[in-house]
């Protein structure tokens, strides 16, 4: 049923709950799991030596977050590919959960920027509200 899971994460708390829910489902379905990291678009008009840099420094950040993730999967024998993206996350989770055509997308309610009080934060708002596969949204606080 679960034959393709998309797991986008920013490398957060909430997120890496997700990752237990991620295992979990992905050993009982046997699933191909996508690991997707989105990272800001850096604009042109930024002087091309700093932007280097900037683009460098977010490529480096964002293959620590899907290292730590792919590691875990590894761990449990389940079969993954990671993707990584510049752009907004809602729009590359969106896209790619189409073009992978995935059974699953399993994410955090919140990510690294959650203000106390508010259940979803936009990337996961904007992702339950278009996405047409079922999401499994893991939220934040104690227990499991
Ligand atoms: N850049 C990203 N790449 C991949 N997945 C992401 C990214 N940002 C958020 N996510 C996913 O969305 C979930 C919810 O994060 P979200 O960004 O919506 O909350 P937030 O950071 O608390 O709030 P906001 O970003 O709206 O200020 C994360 O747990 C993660 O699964
Ligand atoms: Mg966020």
């Known amino acids: ?5 998309l797991y986008p994460t920013d490398g957060s708390e909430c997120s890496k709950r997700a990752l ?13 799991v996508f690991i997707l990291h989105a990272f800001p678009f850096i604009p042109e008009y930024i002087g091309s030596e700093y932007r280097e840099k900037i683009v460098s420094q977010s490529t ?14 590894e761990e449990n024998g389940i ?28 994410m955090g309610s919140r990510g690294v920027s959650a203000i106390a ?10 992702v339950v509200t278009h996405s047409r596969c079922p999401v499994l949204v893991v939220r934040e606080g104690k227990g499991e």
Do not use: C, W
């Not at 990671?82 to 399993?106: F, S, T």
């Open 1 to 5: 049923m679960y034959e393709k899971i």
């Open 20 to 32: 237990k829910h991620v295992v979990e489902i992905a050993k009982k379905f046997n699933s191909k």
């Open 60 to 73: 480096l950040e964002s293959e620590r977050i899907t290292k730590e993730a792919a590691a875990v999967l």
């Open 79 to 106: 079969e993954y590919e990671v993707e990584i993206i510049e752009g907004p996350a809602h729009k590359a989770i969106l896209n790619v959960a189409d073009v992978r055509d995935v059974d699953l997308i399993i």
């Open 117 to 126: 009080g508010v259940l979803l934060g936009s990337v996961s708002q904007r």
